[in-house]
């Protein structure tokens, strides 16, 4: 440090700098009325406005580079916090490809209505198979049904003495295995127990019934646990961020001091909200890719042991963005959250 | 120009910091504010510069009403405005130059206007060689000096200064007042709150006396 010779350089340079003038600063920019120049004003603020949030932008990411520890632990925390449902999710969408064939084939039984005249179901039957996803559909009357159940069942002498008959007719339909997925199946159970005369639709093998079962459970729990975690992502930002106000009040003051706007002072920890946000999404993916890879194999296996089909995808370009728009909206919201109740008036 | 008009501020807690103040300064002025400390002089540059808003009267800058300004107008009145603290409150997370060149990126100027006009300011505070610097490498006069310099950069109309000696010595404190007396003879209205009264009478500028709040003439 020389402040000495500084100090002349200055001084030397004092004499002949005289650039000051003491001019409102609203007549710098004023410029004659005409249209050029009404556009060449819009120009001017509107590359302004670029050039704002551009620093902004490079300087708010350099904050957080220059701290890179609590930068990286916050990422990681919203990175787990979207890991966790977004790996579930992406189970539940490959469930939803698996192949609909195992080594049991699921035929779908189909009672009808008890009082529903013989030719009329008859033909209720025929007109199912039309259906491209039906290989085939064997009608099996009222009658039919009674006397296979009277063989089987033992309860032959009891069903003699019956006025009537009890038991409805029904449909055995055999579904088009290779081309359903699991969720494909389930859709059509569901609509063609719609039709009226359709008393009950069931699937005759119990654990792939099931299976639907647990599978709906299992999506309601994921979409609670997502719902729940983004909450923690919001409230996680939203904390970091009030923290940083807090830190800067300073920086804030000042800026207001010198006639910053409260957008201009707010805009630094909005653009934090961001790569917080960004950052954690970023970081969620990757811990995604190696689930995927990881569970990948075991779960091949297994569903090759009930010999179906199943081809596991990887998190594809939709859900990729997806996952990172919902990263940039809960930074930017959480942000939000905690500039909105600062006064940078 | 300023003009107060019977202003007061009660302070909340029943304190009168300003008791029933009038008077005016006109557009070039130079004007000392003196008085014991606690006398009110802080506070009636805080109504100006609208971090405080007086409890009754009115006070009227270059022809604003400042009352009815709006909540949006605000940022762009204190662009006019320059203010010099008590305490300096610059900015130790960048450089001094980044300090003097805030209040021209609040009002988004083209980089090359702001090169233009910090290189510029730091010169006329003899601070040019240190403008990489972090303003914590400078002593206590630098960062005086360095404050100054982001008051001066936005070539405002009206200068208000508080304390703006308090940590230099005496002929540091003859130079920046030689640095407000030349601004001031640019047009700027200069309003500079002080405890030094020696100063106060060797530059022979007229003066307003502050006494627990109140105006002695
Ligand atoms: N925020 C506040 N709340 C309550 N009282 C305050 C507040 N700020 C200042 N005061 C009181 O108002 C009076 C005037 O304060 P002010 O800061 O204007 O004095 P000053 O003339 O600038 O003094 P100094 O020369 O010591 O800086 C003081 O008695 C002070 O205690
Ligand atoms: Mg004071």
């Known amino acids: 440090m020389k402040p000495n010779k500084a100090n002349k350089r200055g001084a030397s340079r004092r004499t002949k700098g005289a650039t000051f003038r003491a001019v409102p600063i609203g007549k710098q920019t004023e410029q004659s009325g005409t249209i050029s120049s009404w556009i060449a004003g819009v120009r001017q603020s509107v590359s302004a406005y670029f050039r704002t949030h551009k620093e902004v932008a490079s300087q708010s990411f350099k904050r957080l580079y220059d701290a890179p520890l609590p930068t990286v632990m916050t990422w990681l925390v919203i990175g787990v916090s979207l890991a966790l449902p977004a790996i579930l999710l992406s189970l539940l969408v490959n469930a939803q490809t698996l192949g ?8 779908i039984h189909l009672y009808l209505q008890v009082d529903m005249p013989e030719a009329e179901a008859q033909q209720f039957a025929q007109q199912r198979c039309e259906d491209v996803r039906i290989a085939s559909c064997q009608f099996i009357s ?7 159940f009277s063989g089987w069942s033992g309860f032959a002498d009891v069903l003699i003495q019956l006025d009537s008959n009890p038991l409805p007719a029904w449909v055995n339909i055999t579904p088009k295995h290779a081309q359903l997925t699991l969720t494909e199946l389930q859709q059509l159970v569901v609509e063609l127990e719609q039709f009226e005369v359709v008393d009950q639709a069931q699937l005759d093998i119990l654990w792939v019934q099931r299976l639907f079962s647990v599978i709906d459970l299992f999506q309601r729990l994921v979409w609670a646990l997502a719902v729940l975690l983004a909450l923690a992502v919001l409230l996680v930002i939203g904390n970091t961020i009030r923290m940083d106000v807090e830190n800067r009040s300073d920086e804030i003051s000042v800026v207001k001091l010198v006639g910053g706007t409260a957008a201009f002072a707010r805009r630094p920890f909005l653009y934090s909200g961001f790569y917080y946000g960004f950052g954690g999404a970023l970081t969620a993916l990757v811990m995604v890719e190696f689930a995927v890879l990881w569970i990948r194999q075991p779960i091949d296996r297994l569903i090759e042991l009930y010999g179906s089909h199943f081809e596991f995808v990887a998190p594809d370009l939709a859900f990729i963005f997806g996952l990172l728009s919902l990263g940039v909206l809960l930074g930017l919201a959480g942000a939000w959250m905690s500039v909105r109740k600062y006064s940078f008036d | 120009m300023i003009r107060f008009n019977r202003v007061s501020k009660r302070y909340q807690n029943g304190h ?10 006109e557009q070039g002025q130079m004007v000392f504010l003196t008085g014991h400390s606690g006398a009110g002089k802080s506070t009636l540059l805080r109504l100006i510069s609208l971090l405080d808003r007086p409890s009754s009267g009115t006070i009227e800058i270059n022809g604003v009403e400042l009352l009815q300004l ?24 960048r450089s001094v130059y980044e300090n003097v060149a805030l209040p021209l990126r609040v009002a988004s100027y083209s980089p090359l206007e702001i090169r233009r006009r910090v290189q510029a300011a730091l010169d006329r505070v003899a601070l040019l060689s240190k403008e990489s610097l972090n303003p914590q490498e400078l002593s206590g006069g630098e960062q005086q000096r360095v404050g100054i310099a982001r008051v001066i950069v936005n070539t405002p109309t009206i200068l208000l200064a508080d304390e703006p000696t308090g940590n230099l010595d005496p002929k540091l404190s003859e130079e920046v007042m030689g640095l407000f007396q030349q601004f001031n003879q640019f047009g700027t209205t200069v309003l500079v709150a002080t405890h030094d009264l020696a100063l106060v009478e060797k530059m022979g500028n007229p003066n307003l006396e502050l006494e627990h709040g109140r105006l002695l003439v």
């Open chain 1, 100 to 107: 609909s064939g195992f080594d049991q084939q699921a035929n």
């Open chain 1, 142 to 148: 009222a009658s039919e049904a009674l006397t296979e």
């Open chain 2, 70 to 93: 709006s909540g949006r107008k605000i940022p762009l009145y204190r662009r006019g405005l320059g203010v010099v603290f008590q305490e300096h409150r610059l900015l130790f997370d």
């Open chain 2, 16 to 25: 009168d910091a300003l008791d029933n103040i009038s008077f005016s300064v």
